[in-house]
């Protein structure tokens, strides 16, 4: 069973950035492979990120040049992701998920607007 809870959320301009975190506890493996997902306002869930095996990512091409997905180096068990350029169209609730076990976070609210 792994736990997975969100982080970093909030309200920012157009423009802006955040940096969203993911913190896994529980039946952790050593090498993790975890997705960020988002679900805007009275739409479906849909993917953003991965981060799996070898550091290899992934992005959807909404988010690509403006978001990075990364592992903390120090503790294994936190993936980040960080969002540039942020638009008003990124407002969602972000999720991550853990690719093998299935499992998701809370979710973390980020709304993009002046």
């Known amino acids: 069973q792994v736990q997975l809870v969100e982080s970093g959320g909030g309200l920012v301009q157009p423009g802006g950035s955040l940096r969203l975190s993911c913190a896994a506890s529980g039946s952790v493996d050593s090498i993790m492979s975890l997705g960020w997902y988002r679900q805007p306002p009275g739409k479906q869930r849909e993917f953003v990120a991965s981060l799996t095996i070898g550091d290899t990512t992934n992005y959807a091409d909404s988010v690509k040049g403006r978001f990075t997905i990364s592992r903390d180096n120090a503790a294994k068990n936190t993936v980040y992701l960080q969002m540039n350029s942020l638009k008003p169209e990124d407002t969602a609730v972000y999720y991550c998920?853990?690719?093998?076990?299935?499992?998701w976070g809370q979710g973390t609210q980020v709304t993009v607007s002046s």
């Open positions: 998920k853990h690719l093998v076990t299935k499992s």
